[in-house]
Every structure is written in structure tokens, then in C-alpha cells.
């Protein structure tokens, strides 16, 4: 088995299928944020899922992912601490036993928020994060801080 078909697999056991749509809590909230959008189409198709679980990685330790229901604004916080940030982020799931934050920004590309260590990492797509966090791959280069 490769590794996108393990990943399927993983979301597959979890509940998801082709096709998945939920109404989310926060689905017909007026906010014009592009990223409060990005992560409640990521809900649609994923939310309430718990996937994957946490054990022995390929370079990290594999995580599981538990979505949420409704997607939660980030920015504020993570702006004092990295203000190069230009824009809006919002969580969509917890990693790890809630360890991490899973977020995305208003132009749709994914970061891991490291509880632990107080790490923000830009991954870039969605496929890219869930494979890096599942498989416990590294997370590349955290973001500096202001």
C-alpha cells in the first residue's frame, strides 16, 4: 500500500466517503475572513472526524487528527507572536491529543501549530499537512518570531 492510498485508508476507517458533506456550526456566519471560509469547507467534508492515531512516525511521531465541528479564529493570537503573519488564521482540528493546532489561512495553505514548543510551521496544501502529521513527517522550518 503507498502511502496516499494509507492515507485514505486512515480517513476511510475514520467515517469519511467520496462524497462527505455535514452542516458545520458556523457554515452561514457573515464572516468575510477567506480563511474562516478555507477551514469550513475543510469541515464540510472532514468534521467530527477522528483520524489516525499517535505512535511511531518517520521522523516525528505520527499523530492522530481530531476535526472540529467549527472552525475558530487563530489570528489574533498567533499576530503577537509572529507579526509578519498578513493575514487570518483560523483552526480546524487538534493533532496530537490537542498537543497541536491545525490552521489555515486566507489563501488556503495549511500550518501546524506546535503546542509543546510554541512552534508555528507553514506546510503549504491540505494533502501535504495530513500526510506530514499522520506519518509523523517533519514539518520543515518553523516560522520566525517577531
Not at 468575510?32 to 521522523?59: I, M, Q
Not at 499576530?79 to 480546524?92: G, R, T
Amino acid at each position: 500500500m503507498d502511502t496516499e492510498e494509507y492515507i485514505t485508508k486512515l480517513f476511510v476507517d475514520a467515517g469519511w466517503h467520496e462524497g462527505r458533506k455535514i452542516e458545520g456550526k458556523n457554515q452561514a456566519s457573515n464572516s468575510s475572513s477567506a480563511a474562516h471560509k478555507n477551514a469550513v469547507a475543510v469541515l464540510a467534508e472532514f468534521g467530527g472526524l477522528d483520524v489516525g492515531e499517535v505512535g511511531s512516525g518517520r521522523d516525528l511521531s505520527a499523530s492522530d487528527i481530531s476535526f472540529r465541528t467549527e472552525a475558530f479564529d487563530f489570528g489574533n493570537e498567533f499576530h503577537n507572536y509572529w507579526q509578519n503573519l498578513d493575514m487570518s488564521l483560523f483552526a480546524f482540528a487538534s493533532a496530537h491529543h490537542d498537543h497541536m493546532l491545525l490552521l489555515v489561512d486566507d489563501e488556503n495553505n495549511f500550518y501546524i501549530f506546535t503546542d509543546p514548543d510554541e512552534q508555528l510551521y507553514k506546510v503549504g496544501s491540505f494533502k501535504e499537512t495530513m500526510k506530514r502529521v499522520l506519518l509523523g513527517i517533519n514539518y520543515g522550518a518553523a516560522l520566525e518570531k517577531a
